[in-house]
């Protein structure tokens, strides 16, 4: 079963044996920057206001294909053309 977790170069061996990785498992790390961090930080915040709507009956259900065909058009308008 894959896991999730979340931690620093520092304490990475730390955070991995208290999830009970152990050495015989592959692990795979993403190493973000500031700014990568920042991003996932505010999708997250984003991901969680929208769950709180849709708990407090704010909010319908959400069209996952034109939410991610919008996202598409908006990334390719914002890259220059090659």
Known sequence: MSKTIESTVEKLPQDLAMAGVVSNQHVFVTVLDEDELAKLE?????????????????????????????????????????
Do not use: C, M, W, Y
């Open 42 to 82: 505010a999708l997250r915040a984003d991901l969680q206001v929208g769950l709180n709507d849709l708990d407090a009956g704010r909010a319908g259900p959400l069209d996952i294909e034109t939410f991610i065909a919008e996202l598409h058009e908006k990334h390719a308008a914002k890259s220059p053309a090659a």
